[in-house]
């Protein structure tokens, strides 16, 4: 059951939630958009509030997320979480230079920095509680990874560029080490549900997340796979995920784009 533990949202939602990847602004330009995704349960238990912001110019790029917990979620567990990356682009290629996450759980605080170097030096900066173990890695198997935002952010302007998912992207993000293996699915026309007023064309993308360095703290386990609606909500090239779907070792969770601010537009999505 999802309520058993939360444990598996922090990264779910920071992982799969929080990248809506801008159209290219010129140069001096900066695009921005303001999301707002509301995470559910089993049987519509309302359990957590996503809110990401993300800015793009021609040649960098930075990423913003807030999480908290809501509803009666909050009498199972208080959490509360903010991270972010910034990087560089070059020639389509998206580069971090550093993330950094802040998370609050039941009054544990733990802190993930790491710092992407041009070469594809990346260098753990992490601290977490005296009571957990941390997670080991060597130099040679983060060299060349991304962060979790980043890692999406590369999906959805790969997805909107060739309208295709297929792609792997090997992540360290202080927390572990990981591949993210997308997939295309299908391409699948939605209708409104009690969620959610969004209708229309979507490309369903797969996404399985494959251990390489295992955390050893249990109250940091996550999904291990889900499916991403995207559809193109605004003009130009641009698709953002609008509904998704994860099986985690305690239930199905479903996320649902609820607001959506940029290039002028306000829409909401869902009923409120």
Known sequence: MVFRHFTTLPVIVG???????????????????????EIFGFAGFHMLTNRTTIEESADRYAIAMDLDTRGLASVFV???????????????????????????????????????????????ASSTPST???????????????????????LERQLAQRRTCALVVRVFDGSGLYDLRFADVKRETLTADGYQNFAGPT?????????????????????????IWYAGLVAGDLMLPVRM????????????????????????????
């Open 203 to 227: 490309q369903v993308c797969e996404v399985t997340r494959e251990e390489l360095v295992v955390n050893p703290n249990h109250d940091e386990d996550t999904y291990r796979q889900g499916k």
């Open 78 to 124: 208080e959490l509360t979480s903010h991270s972010e990356v910034h990087g560089g682009i070059t020639r389509d290629a998206y580069r971090p230079e550093a993330y950094r996450a802040n998370v609050r759980r039941n009054g544990a605080d733990r802190h993930y920095g790491v710092d992407y170097d041009g070469d594809g030096t990346v260098t753990n």
């Open 15 to 37: 992982a799969l939630l929080a990248i809506f990847g801008a159209s290219r602004a010129s140069a001096g330009e900066v695009d921005k958009f303001e999301a707002r995704i």
């Open 132 to 154: 957990a173990r941390p997670v080991l890695v060597a130099a040679q198997q983060i060299h060349g990874t991304v962060d979790q935002l980043s890692a999406y952010f590369i």
């Open 245 to 272: 779907e994860f099986d985690t070792a305690f239930g199905t969770v479903m996320g649902y784009l609820a607001e959506l601010r940029g290039h002028g537009l306000h829409l909401r999505l869902t009923r409120e």
